[in-house]
Every structure is written in C-alpha cells, then in structure tokens.
C-alpha cells in the first residue's frame, strides 16, 4: 500500500513540475474561476515577477493564441452581504501589456432572474489599451436591495496580457456618481426620442 501510494504522489509531483515547464501559470487564485466567450484561448493564475510593493503576486490574464475573436476573464462570484441596498466602489489596480484591442475591471450585480443583472460596467467605455504601468480604476454601481450576487473580475479582450493587484470593495456615499449603467430603470422613458 505504501510503495503505491508513494508511486501516484510521484507522478502527481511530476505533473505538478511539469506545468510550469510549458509556460503556464501554475494556480489559479484561491477563490477564482477562469471564464469568458473563449477562456482557453487565455493563461491565467498567479504572477510572482510582477505584483505591486508589499506582496508576493498578482493575477495575470494573457492571450496565448495569435488570434483570439472573443475575451477571456479570471473572475469570481459572491454573496452581496453587507453591500445590499448600497452604493459601492469596486477599486483595482491594473497593469497591462501589449493589448490589440483592451482590457477592464468589471462588475455586475445579479438579481433574481439570470438573464437580468441589475448593474454592470465593464469599462468598455474607458477600456485599457495598449502597453500601461501600474494604474488604479474605479466601478461605481448600485446594489439594489433584491441583488442576490456581484460577479467582477478582469477581462482582456483580443491578444496580450494584463494583470490585476489589491482590488478592494468600500461603501460609498450617493454623491459619489456611478460609473455604469442601472440595467432596470425604474420606469419606461424617453419614448418620443427627444433626448
Ligand atoms: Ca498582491
């Protein structure tokens, strides 16, 4: 029993070693899922070369196909908590590299019906393009009472690589203007188009 055991523990040690040897990043963060419309066409886990001061790693997205027609997210999901009925900021750093098309923080709070997230924002109308050191960005959304979840995450669409460090969750005070867009207003309007 033991000899076998020790065998699997060996092939499994060997695997594990392996990984890294392909160019891979090894772990995906505890508590973090790989998704997107094309998440194998991405490389995503830890990073221990490029993090921000005062820790061991950051978290990496990177394209790994010449060409890629979709995006791909590291992303995680939770319970709202103490956030319903709040307004709150979701703040990140974000550091990117060679993008061809871009990269953002994202939010969204999901209510009862799937199909009807109750706030979003993805950045796409302040996207990260290019090469960018070290910036930090913001996502204001409110979390109606009936939110059930926040889902946030980075994404980088096209080719390239980004990387994500101390995102951070505070409650902010309604003078604090919100960055997306409410899904559900609260009644029908501008029905004439003249606005
Ligand atoms: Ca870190």
Redesign the pocket.
Known sequence: MTSSKGFVLTIAALCALAVPALGAFADLPAGWIKAGTHPAEYDMGLDQTI??EG????ATVKSIVPTTQGFGTLMQMSQVGEYAGKRIRLSGWVKSEKLTDWAGLWLRIDGPNPLAPLGFDNMGGRPIKGTTDWTRYEIVLDVPAEAQRLAFGLLVSGGGQAWM??LKFEVVPTTVKTTGAALAPPAPSNLNFEK
Request: hydrophobic share 0%; no cysteine; aromatic share 0%.
């Open positions: 993090r921000r820790g061991k790693s950051s460090d101390d």
